[in-house]
């Protein structure tokens, strides 16, 4: 099984419809998306509209949990609410904090920053105390439930093993990072980054 990884969208529409098409091609059996769709330089209702209309398992992020309370707006490229028609605030409002999906190697959780917490990430390098001080992770490792997480939130591509967790993160579009799309494979838990080149209008 392979499943194609949208990391964080930040609005770049035009990433993010090079990312689908990629994932397209590549014939993935899903593609999940781990949400702060909103704040960003591109369009925001483009963006609801490509992950809506392509069936990309979608949660939400901090920034949309911003967005749609209109709260942290003085964070840079923040959005006003006119950059969502209503359509598209709907369809951000009903997105879950975090989506439960079978693989051939038990449960995967898709979430934003780790578990149902939207502002905590793990880091490729985080380490010791930084494991040991992350709750939402260590409710995750108590637990047999899961065996890959796949988060966002840290807008830095990674795979690694913690416990018996396999933790993916899936990058980000936005422009100011490293822009990539995901591949995991599920069977040989495995993952492959596509850098995303940069993109103009036309
Ligand atoms: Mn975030």
Not at 21 to 44: K, N, P, R, W
Not at 73 to 81: C, F, G, I, V
Not at 166 to 175: D, K, P, S, Y
Request: hydrophobic share 40%; net charge negative; aromatic share 4%.
């Amino acid at each position: 099984m392979r499943i194609g990884l949208i990391g964080d969208v930040h609005q770049e529409d035009l990433a993010l419809a090079w990312a689908l098409g990629l994932l397209s091609d590549e014939q993935v059996d899903l593609v999940v998306c781990v949400g702060d769709i909103a704040d960003g330089f591109g369009d925001l209702d483009t963006c609801c509209e490509l992950l809506e209309s392509h069936g990309v398992i979608t949660v939400k992020g901090n920034h949309d949990r911003w967005f749609l309370a209109q709260q942290m707006r003085e964070l840079p490229q923040a959005s006003s609410a006119a950059a969502a028609n209503p359509a598209s605030r709907e369809w951000l409002a009903q997105l879950p904090s975090s989506v439960s999906i079978e693989t051939p190697r038990g449960k995967a959780l898709v979430c934003h920053g780790m578990g149902d917490d939207d502002m905590v990430g793990v880091k490729p390098y985080d380490e010791g105390y930084a494991l040991d001080s992350n709750l939402p992770l260590q409710r995750l490792l108590a637990s047999d439930e899961h065996r890959i997480v796949i988060a966002g939130h840290t807008h830095q591509p990674m795979l690694r093993r913690v416990g018996h967790l396999t933790l993916v993160n899936a990058g980000t579009l936005h422009r100011e990072f490293q822009p990539c799309v995901g591949l995991l494979d599920t069977t040989t838990l495995t993952e492959r980054f596509v850098p995303i080149p940069r993109l103009e209008p036309g």
